[in-house]
């Protein structure tokens, strides 16, 4: 059974830095494209960052040169390096993954940048 389980997420000035962590289980991870989402209060859910299993990364507009997704194949783990944040990254903060045509979620970690 695939389990992804996220952490890190906090309450944080405007300006700082969080590192997201999110650790897999029931997957052949080395294999698997891994992505962050995000869901502000009474917006959509939105792709912030991705990254294949070969170590290509893409980025949403608003976060580039701000965000930097990694992954570690050997600990499972996939991370999201968030720095010079703005109150407007406010959001729940989602891993993703897909395998065998379906897609999997973490419980989400909720950030906030406030001062």
């Known amino acids: 059974q695939v389990h992804l389980v996220e952490s890190g997420g906090g309450l944080v000035q405007p300006g700082g830095s969080l590192r997201l962590s999110c650790a897999a289980s029931?997957?052949?991870?080395?294999?698997?494209?891994m992505s962050w989402y995000r869901q502000a209060p009474g917006k959509q859910r939105e792709l912030v960052a991705a990254?294949?299993?070969?170590?290509?990364?893409n980025y949403a507009d608003s976060v580039k040169g701000r965000f930097t997704i990694s992954r570690d194949n050997a600990k499972k783990m996939v991370y999201l390096q968030m720095n010079s944040l703005k109150p407007e990254d406010t959001a729940v903060y989602y891993c993703?993954?897909?395998?065998?045509?379906?897609?999997?979620w973490g419980q989400g970690t909720q950030v906030t940048v406030s001062s």
């Open positions: 993703r993954t897909r395998q065998g045509g379906l897609e999997y």
């Open positions: 029931g997957i052949i991870f080395s294999i698997n494209a």
């Open positions: 990254i294949t299993s070969g170590g290509t990364t």
